[in-house]
């Protein structure tokens, strides 16, 4: 009788858990990456680890030049399938590639290279 005790506690222990395991697991949400950046969108932030967002977009691939804040991008967040190539213009020189975001990617800090220096992205 003791044994049979022992049995239903460990079981219902279980099923306890496990049922609240699965309400937490559907409540996370899985389509907000980095800084909160949605599903389908490229963000970019004007901080280190995805604070000031200043550039929320959903363009397609094959676009260039989608505008952010000249000089500021440091992180990024990128939830798209495609590329985020960012460009820093060079007066009387070719602009120049500084940082491609690959796709489905999270860069917490673009580095001492690219940080504050991309004047536009193209969607690769």
């Given at each position: 009788m003791a044994?049979?005790?022992?049995?239903?506690?460990?079981?219902?222990?279980?099923?306890f858990?496990a049922?609240?395991?699965i309400?937490m697991a559907m409540?996370?949400?899985?389509?907000?990456a980095a800084?909160?950046?949605?599903?389908?969108h490229?963000?970019?932030f004007?901080?280190a680890?995805?604070?000031?967002k200043i550039?929320?977009?959903?363009?397609s691939?094959?676009?260039?030049?989608v505008?952010?804040?000249?000089?500021?991008t440091?992180?990024?967040?990128n939830?798209?399938?495609?590329?985020?190539v960012?460009?820093?213009l060079r007066?009387?020189l070719p602009d120049?590639t500084?940082?491609t975001?690959?796709?489905n990617s999270d860069?917490?800090?673009v580095?001492n290279?690219a940080?504050d220096?991309i004047?536009?992205f193209?969607?690769?």
């Amino acid at each position: 009788m003791a044994k049979m005790g022992r049995l239903r506690i460990v079981g219902w222990s279980v099923a306890f858990v496990a049922s609240m395991a699965i309400p937490m697991a559907m409540s996370s949400p899985a389509s907000a990456a980095a800084g909160g950046c949605q599903s389908g969108h490229f963000c970019a932030f004007a901080d280190a680890n995805y604070g000031n967002k200043i550039l929320d977009s959903t363009a397609s691939r094959g676009t260039n030049a989608v505008e952010v804040a000249h000089d500021l991008t440091s992180s990024g967040s990128n939830v798209t399938g495609n590329k985020w190539v960012g460009v820093t213009l060079r007066t009387g020189l070719p602009d120049q590639t500084v940082f491609t975001f690959a796709a489905n990617s999270d860069v917490s800090y673009v580095g001492n290279s690219a940080n504050d220096k991309i004047d536009h992205f193209d969607v690769r």
